[in-house]
């Protein structure tokens, strides 16, 4: 039998909600959550569903980031179908306590908005030009993932 360091090592596996597609892999998940971080540092992010929801209908544009392993499914169902009428492109993560992390928040959190500008106030000029060129890069890709699927 193995040690229980061993035990520690390997990870359980995460039950993931059955819509939870287009599910970020590794690269692109690694990606999105340093995107996440970076956003959560500027002042460009929206946390939870309620949030998520308000910015979307009153037109914020962004990258809409879901966790896939939300328990009851219900509280997420809706926010795929209005972020395709608002043509804001959304990716599932597999955590949602990884996306709570990557947010700077201990509680963990269903979903994220990412955006470019900032709630409020001002962000510098590089900081603003990292997080733009980083936010593109991941929106392709999610595109590209997207596209596949479909």
Same mark, same amino acid.
């Given at each position: 039998m193995g040690s229980d360091t061993e035990t520690e090592k390997k990870k359980t596996p995460v039950a993931l909600a059955p819509i939870a597609k287009p599910l970020a892999g590794k690269k692109l998940s690694k990606k999105t959550l340093k995107l996440v971080r970076r956003a959560s540092e500027a002042k %460009?992010? !929206? *946390?939870?569903?309620?949030?998520?929801? #308000?910015? =979307? *209908? &009153?037109?914020s544009k962004?990258?809409?980031? =879901?966790?896939?392993? /939300?328990?009851?499914i219900d509280v997420i169902t809706h926010l795929p179908i209005l972020c395709e009428e608002a043509n804001v492109?959304? =990716?599932?993560?597999?955590? #949602?306590?990884?996306?709570?992390?990557?947010?700077?928040? !201990? &509680?963990?959190? %269903? %979903?994220?908005?990412?955006?470019?500008?900032?709630? #409020?106030g001002? /962000?510098?000029?590089?900081?603003?030009? !990292?997080?733009?060129?980083?936010? #593109?890069?991941?929106?392709t890709e999610v595109a590209e993932v997207t596209s596949s699927m479909f």
């Amino acid at each position: 039998m193995g040690s229980d360091t061993e035990t520690e090592k390997k990870k359980t596996p995460v039950a993931l909600a059955p819509i939870a597609k287009p599910l970020a892999g590794k690269k692109l998940s690694k990606k999105t959550l340093k995107l996440v971080r970076r956003a959560s540092e500027a002042k %460009c992010l !929206k *946390r939870g569903v309620k949030e998520v929801v #308000k910015s =979307i *209908r &009153r037109g914020s544009k962004g990258l809409c980031v =879901i966790a896939g392993n /939300i328990s009851p499914i219900d509280v997420i169902t809706h926010l795929p179908i209005l972020c395709e009428e608002a043509n804001v492109p959304y =990716i599932y993560v597999t955590s #949602k306590e990884e996306l709570a992390t990557a947010g700077t928040t !201990k &509680r963990p959190t %269903c %979903c994220v908005l990412v955006m470019t500008k900032p709630a #409020k106030g001002e /962000i510098t000029e590089e900081v603003k030009e !990292k997080l733009e060129s980083e936010y #593109k890069q991941v929106v392709t890709e999610v595109a590209e993932v997207t596209s596949s699927m479909f």
